[in-house]
């Protein structure tokens, strides 16, 4: 569900509206399904470094729609919008169960003989890839270990055409929720049915349904609750809802409050370090084309912020910013750095932006050097030791611009470059402070072989690992490609699950309408829709793992020492927290990674010093992870960070 070129199939209530992904160029050859080895997207190896200069591919039946005088009067973009409707109203045949379950096998064949040349001691490995019953769409670890997954009832099996409900009003227009325990395994008994609230939406229909919260914005409050904020009303384009919902993760339950001002088709969403949430960017409530500027806080001003597992938000509203965020592009990257101000970096190059929360001020930044959009790519603040993150890494999101720009201290910075431009890809902070990119494809809806084909170059699949000096590798490959809508969290354990794209998961589903019965919280069968795949990192196939006990049981206060036990405390090395992961689009402004100074040692109990303030950590759960010399985290412990403790 994209505000450009992401568009379901026409519904009986609605007309289908498409916009294009790029100029419309040649079309060009190579689809590498069963290709052994690392991959460049139209044939030969791929080398880090290199740009992968690839022209766009337009589908046949795009082609087949494009009209002179619309490509005359509205440019090669914007024509090829209107060829894609044309051609989506006119549609296209079946996708059978036989190549479904073909692709499937051609991709775990060539998974395995490409993985076969890559030590998991070195780039890691691949180890379990099972059913989901929920497309991944939008992801959240709870700090109860579970892992919220949220998206839409399909109205489309096709991969060929568009599975989501964006112009669909009335009650095919429905959000679903799952949680997964990974504590459980990777059966149907580890999955749990968590429908959101029930409402007639105000599209006139009076056909209520869980809400369409899908292309929300999201992060965690200070009790470790997750704020929903924004969804999708169906219809012109993609109209945004008003919607303002709070999960609980110590009840697995849902709350609806009271609506936003405005309606957020796309926003984003950042915690910063007074617990309060800034609420920015999105369509409106009159449909694509219309970004909102408006800046909106939760809980407002005058409301508590919850802190105890107790404090639910209920009839807890809204209030506006003083200053606007004039985003013209939707999603942009949020980050509260330690100095306690949230920097708002846009995919447009010259829509960066500095939020006072205290004065509800904004003020310019220098615009990202690069010159070039990139749409949905992902960053992240890299670690800052003790005193949390003062710097952001902006990636991805330009399928032909491989480079990676540090954001510190007001100015822009050149790093590193990977192998090759990717969209669509999740960029992860791993416990021993390396970054990792998962996921990724050419475009919206393309894979490098033109839009709503889901065959995908090689390459898109493998993973990237950086080292401590910022240097990029190429890793192993995953099953599934996964572009637009694709996610990836850190768990508590140090293991990565890879989730999300609805058309890439239909396309390789080998049993698209099978169905399950006896998952936890349904009534009747459910349809593994989804897939997720586990993802080992190097570092938990380099020994064994320091042991961590005893964490404190209750909240943690900034500067405050804390004590926890380990078994293996020879071993212990580093103490470091990572906030969990709460993904949608590329955007993730929740990862951070902090160093604990480890403060005394006696016999097996450490003596650990919290981070000095709010701007260095929100308030909020956090996991807690003991290094040993080679980087090898421990299992996990969470604790909460609280400034009133």
């Known amino acids: 569900m994209s505000p450009s070129p992401s568009r379901p199939q026409p519904r009986p209530r609605a007309r289908r509206r498409l916009s294009a992904t790029a100029v419309v160029c040649a079309v060009t050859t190579g689809t590498l399904l069963g290709a052994v080895g690392p991959v460049a997207a139209h044939g030969g190896p791929v080398t880090p470094g290199q740009n992968d200069l690839v022209p766009h591919v337009a589908s046949p039946r795009v082609m087949a729609e494009m009209r002179d005088d619309e490509v005359a009067a509205l440019g090669a973009e914007h024509a090829e919008e209107h060829a894609r409707a044309r051609a989506a109203i006119r549609g296209i045949g079946d996708y059978p169960q036989t190549t479904r379950t073909n692709r499937y096998n051609a991709l775990t064949a060539s998974q395995s003989s490409t993985n076969a040349a890559f030590d998991p001691k070195v780039f890691g490995a691949f180890k379990e890839y099972f059913p989901s019953p929920d497309f991944g769409d939008h992801v959240a670890l709870l700090p109860t270990g579970k892992v919220l997954l949220f998206s839409f009832e399909r109205i489309e099996t096709n991969p060929e055409k568009e599975p989501a409900p964006t112009q669909t009003t009335g009650k095919e227009n429905a959000g679903r929720a799952f949680l997964w325990d990974p504590a459980k395994g990777t059966g149907k008994d580890a999955f749990k049915q968590v429908t959101p609230p029930v409402a007639d939406m105000p599209d006139g229909l009076n056909e209520p349904r869980p809400v369409p919260f899908f292309c929300s914005g999201h992060s965690f409050l200070p009790n470790g609750m997750l704020g929903v904020f924004g969804g999708n009303l169906g219809g012109n384009g993609g109209t945004g809802a008003k919607l303002s919902l709070i999960f609980d993760p110590w009840t697995e339950t849902w709350t609806r409050n009271p609506d936003m001002s405005v309606g957020r088709w796309y926003p984003s969403v950042v915690t910063g370090a007074d617990g309060r949430q800034l609420i920015m960017s999105g369509q409106s409530e009159l449909g ?25 938000p209920r009839n807890t509203p809204v209030d506006r910013f003083k200053a606007d965020g004039p985003f013209t592009t939707d999603y942009p990257h949020l980050f509260s750095l330690n100095d306690g101000n949230v920097y708002g970096l846009g995919r447009q190059p010259n829509e960066q932006w500095k939020f006072d929360p205290v004065a509800e001020s904004r003020s310019d930044l220098t615009a990202r050097p690069d010159g070039r959009k990139r749409n949905y790519g992902s960053a992240v603040m890299l670690p800052g030791g003790v005193n949390g993150p003062d710097s952001a890494l902006v990636l991805g999101g330009d399928r032909d611009n491989p480079s990676t720009l540090r954001f510190s201290n007001g100015s822009w910075t050149a790093e590193k470059s990977r192998a090759f431009g990717r969209t669509q890809d999740d960029t992860l902070l791993l416990p021993n402070g390396r970054l990792m990119t998962v996921n990724g494809a050419y475009d919206i809806r393309d894979y490098g072989n033109g839009p709503y084909n889901p065959n995908a170059d090689l390459k898109y699949r493998q993973v990237e690992l950086r080292d401590d000096q910022g240097n990029w590798k190429l890793g192993p490959v995953q099953r599934l490609p996964r572009g637009y809508h694709s996610n990836a969290v850190v768990l508590p354990d140090g293991r990565v699950m890879v989730t999300g794209d609805e058309l890439q998961q239909l396309a390789n589903n080998t049993d698209v309408n099978g169905t399950v019965s006896g998952v936890p919280g349904t009534t009747g069968p459910v349809t593994m829709n989804g897939t997720i795949e586990i993802y080992e990192p190097a570092y938990l196939h380099q020994g064994d793992r320091p042991a961590l006990d005893n964490p404190p049981t209750s909240p943690v206060g900034y500067d405050r020492t804390f004590t926890v036990t380990s078994t293996t405390p020879g071993q212990a090395v580093k103490a470091v927290l990572l906030s969990p992961t709460t993904s949608t689009h590329s955007v993730n402004t929740s990862q951070r990674h902090l160093d604990l100074r480890i403060t005394s040692r006696a016999g097996n109990r450490l003596q650990l010093q919290a981070p000095p303030d709010a701007k260095a950590a929100p308030p909020g759960w956090y ?9 090898v985290p421990s299992v996990a412990k969470w604790i909460q960070l609280s400034s009133s403790a």
């Open 288 to 312: 694509y084309g219309t970004p909102t500027p408006v800046v909106e806080r939760f809980p407002a001003k005058g409301s508590p912020v919850p802190q105890g597992k107790n404090d639910t």
């Open 623 to 631: 996991m807690l992870f003991l290094l040993n010399d080679q980087g």
